[in-house]
Each structure stands twice: as C-alpha cells, then as structure tokens.
Nanobody, 119 residues
Framework: QVQLVESGGGLVQPGGSLRLSCAPSGSIFSLNVMGWYRQAPGKQRDLVATITNGGSTNYTDSVKGRFAISRNTAKNTVYLQMDSLKPEDTAVYYC?????????????WGQGTQVTVSS
C-alpha cells in the first residue's frame, strides 16, 4: 500500500530554517490536495498549510509570513519551507494528501517527522 514519506525534520535554533519534503512511497494517481499538519506533545493534530493541484494555498495564522508550502504536481510531492522558526513550532509534522475517487475521498498520511526548535 502506498504511503507518504516525510523527510527534512531535525533540531534547529530559534530563528533558523528547515525544509520538509514529502513524497509517495510508490506510484499513485493524482493527489488533489496536499498539506502539512503538526502535533505537539499533549495537543491535538492541527493544520499547518495546504495546497491544491491548482496551486491555491492556505495557512494557519501562526505560520503566515514564515512558512511556505509548494508542490510538484507531476511527482505528487509537497514541500514546506519553514523560516524564522520559534520554539512553539516544535512538533511532529505530518504530510497529508486527499485523493478524489469518484464520489469518495481517500486520505493518505505520512509517519511524521520531528521538528525541534531549541537553543
């Protein structure tokens, strides 16, 4: 079964940058919406950013102006450029994708990648 695979997490100092990447583990038909969620310890998983296959983007307020989502539609890959990182950005970041199949929607998740912002 095809899964999403994230990479690019790690430890960074406040004010630093990281770039997350996500790609499917195998061949997969067009993904309509791709995005990133994050989950901090003891908290629920929250939306960070999404991008449609037409390029429309959406961000949660706390990352606007600091994070940028992009995708390679042909390769079904998605990226998250994170700049001016803050300690409160520390979380496990999950890649997400939605695929329309007729009248139904199929959801894919990655395993998550840890991002730690600390001095």
């Amino acid at each position: 079964q095809v899964q999403l695979v994230e990479s690019g997490g790690g430890l960074v100092q406040p004010g630093g940058s990281l770039r997350l990447s996500c790609a499917p583990s195998g061949s997969i038909f067009s993904l309509n919406v791709m995005g990133w969620y994050r989950q901090a310890p003891g908290k629920q998983r929250d939306l960070v950013a999404t991008i449609t296959n037409g390029g429309s983007t959406n961000y949660t307020d706390s990352v606007k102006g600091r994070f940028a989502i992009s995708r390679n539609t042909a390769k079904n890959t998605v990226y998250l450029q994170m700049d001016s990182l803050k300690p409160e950005d520390t979380a496990v970041y999950y890649c997400n994708a939605l695929q329309l199949r007729g009248l139904s929607v199929h959801t894919y998740w990655g395993q998550g990648t840890q991002v730690t912002v600390s001095s």
